[in-house]
T-cell receptor, first 114, second 115 residues
Framework: AQTVTQSQPEMSVQEAETVTLSCTYDTSESNYYLFWYKQPPSRQMILVIRQEAYKQQNATENRFSVNFQKAAKSFSLKISDSQLGDTAMYFCAFMKQNTDKLIFGTGTRLQVFP | DTAVSQTPKYLVTQMGNDKSIKCEQNLGHDTMYWYKQDSKKFLKIMFSYNNKELIINETVPNRFSPKSPDKAHLNLHINSLELGDSAVYFC??????????????FGPGTRLTVL
């Protein structure tokens, strides 16, 4: 069975600084997808970024980028130029290819301070 | 325009009652899901329906019964509510285009409190 681990329950960062959220996963699959979701206080789940396991290039979306280390089964999220609106819970998630079942980590609460 | 909507947003009820949460999507998706987020924020899939057929059915008490009257709706009915059912329930939808991944769009969640 696949598992997703987020070892940082809480993180904080000052506005305009950079922060990295950690995620590791365990799977015997070779083809899969990895995601970072953001859940602000409004509760809405928002997809931040997605990585296909077969792609070696790390995904980027504006200020958000990932460091995908397939051999190490590591998938960290880097947020550059942090903004107050980035304050939220961040969930790492895994999906095996040919399925639509998302498996979530326990989340990291990120607080951005002015 | 609301893509995935849920009603109600908040639901407070007594133990033993039966309640339903409704979900509707206007994205033209063919697959819908229910997730449960517990008090520790852990999010786990409960069910998925594709074209009104049950695809994923995780280990969920049979007091929980999803109902899909059509592709745009997936309602969650819960019988004999228990204290442990208190959680936030999220509906989501996607176009199931396996093996290609298609994003799941989430609703705003329904916070269920069982007293």
């Amino acid at each position: 069975a696949q598992t997703v681990t987020q070892s940082q329950p809480e993180m904080s960062v000052q506005e305009a600084e950079t922060v990295t959220l950690s995620c590791t996963y365990d799977t015997s699959e070779s083809n899969y997808y990895l995601f970072w979701y953001k859940q602000p206080p409004s509760r809405q789940m928002i997809l931040v970024i997605r990585q296909e396991a077969y792609k070696q290039q790390n995904a980027t979306e504006n200020r958000f980028s990932v460091n995908f280390q397939k051999a190490a089964k590591s998938f960290s999220l880097k947020i550059s130029d942090s903004q107050l609106g980035d304050t939220a819970m961040y969930f790492c998630a895994f999906m095996k290819q040919n399925t639509d079942k998302l498996i979530f980590g326990t989340g990291t609460r990120l607080q951005v301070f002015p | 325009d609301t893509a995935v909507s849920q009603t109600p947003k908040y639901l407070v009820t007594q133990m033993g009652n039966d309640k339903s949460i409704k979900c509707e999507q206007n994205l033209g998706h063919d697959t819908m899901y229910w997730y449960k987020q517990d008090s520790k924020k852990f999010l786990k899939i409960m069910f998925s329906y594709n074209n009104k057929e049950l695809i994923i059915n995780e280990t969920v008490p049979n007091r929980f019964s999803p109902k899909s009257p059509d592709k745009a709706h997936l309602n969650l009915h819960i019988n004999s509510l228990e204290l442990g059912d208190s959680a936030v329930y999220f509906c989501a939808s996607s176009s199931l285009g396996l093996p290609i991944y298609n994003e799941q769009f989430f609703g705003p969640g329904t916070r269920l409190t069982v007293l």
